[in-house]
């Protein structure tokens, strides 16, 4: 595998992302965000010293590279004791883990043992929305052609973050998603549900805000961790979990938005790499999210586990 600072390049002022094709400018403020990340990973790194010499919960190979200290699924499985390998030879399971919106299809490296995120090979703006149409019976898409008033529109490209709220009808450009704008404004916020999904179900809820004109924005001024239930109701549970098995997500994160006006939930983006826990979440509740997600994460690597060897004939 190659170093982790190769995956970054300086080019026009700002830190170019191989993974992701972005362009991060350098400023204070995301120099700031490094160092209170790098503040969580240590804390994670510390915490799992006295487990230097213990045997891991589970060797679980990922594809095409393991995830590096960034991204929550690292932290999540870093805190269950998960040893990463690079080679699927002895794992007891896989995970497909790649920053792209599109992947090429790729067959699990072994059929008797878990396999999570192979068949997850789109989550572009427009599969999502078809996806969640189909599974909530209601559209968040409109049509640029004939919608009179505000909508969104935004990149099919996964963490592209380049909406904006435009004026139609207009004529409908190729790469873009055309949807309605949703109301989730909070006070002088806006409040979106960052939901960690696991084995479709959502363990916590990250509650993110932003302000106002800034929601379409890689930011939050605020971040605080909540109870599932508390957020959603039983059967909206039930559907984002129908959603889920329907994108083939077995890990990732969900963006929820819940409308003023008509009290019902959007899922407006999936990620199924996200980066976490967010930057401005107190470092306790970091803490706590990791424990809570490497919880969950190993119930759903032991079920499947569990569930392959029952299919398994004896020998």
Not at 118 to 126: F, G, N, V
Request: glycine letters at 6%; hydrophobic letters at 35%; proline letters at 7%.
């Amino acid at each position: 595998m190659k170093p982790w600072w190769t995956e970054f390049r300086y080019r026009d002022g700002g830190i170019y992302v191989r993974a992701t094709d972005t362009l991060v400018p350098i400023t204070l403020s995301h120099t700031k965000d490094v160092l209170i990340w790098f503040g969580f990973y240590a804390a994670e790194i510390i915490r799992a010293l006295p487990r230097l010499f213990s045997k891991p919960s589970y060797n679980l190979y990922c594809q095409p590279a393991p995830p590096r200290g960034w991204y929550l699924f690292w932290a999540a499985a870093h805190r269950a004791g998960i040893n990463m390998k690079s080679s699927a030879d002895h794992a007891d399971a896989a995970m497909y883990f790649e920053d792209q919106t599109l992947k090429a299809k790729t067959p699990p490296p072994f059929t008797d043992r878990p396999a999570l995120n192979y068949l997850c090979d789109d989550i572009s703006k427009s599969h999502v929305a078809d996806i969640f149409k189909t599974v909530f019976g209601y559209d968040l898409s409109v049509d640029p052609s004939s919608h009179n008033g505000p909508m969104v529109r935004k990149s099919e490209h996964n963490g592209a973050h380049d909406g904006a709220i435009i004026q139609g009808p207009i004529k409908a450009e190729d790469g873009w998603v055309y949807q309605r704008v949703i109301d989730n404004q909070d006070g002088d916020h806006v409040l979106d549900l960052r939901c960690p999904t696991i084995g479709g179900t959502i363990p916590h809820i990250y509650l993110k805000r932003r302000p106002l004109d800034q929601r379409f924005a890689n930011m939050n001024s605020s971040c605080e961790l909540a109870q599932t239930q508390d957020w959603l109701s039983d059967e909206e549970q039930k559907k984002l979990s129908q959603f889920c098995a329907a994108m083939h997500l077995d890990w990732g994160g969900i963006d929820v938005l819940r409308d003023n006006s008509d009290g019902r939930i959007y899922v407006v983006d999936v990620n199924k790499t996200d980066m976490g826990p967010p930057i401005v979440l107190p470092l306790r509740e970091k803490m706590r999210s990791t424990a809570i997600l490497a919880k969950a994460l190993t119930q759903v690597i032991q079920a499947k586990i569990d569930a392959a060897n029952k299919d398994t004939p004896a020998t």
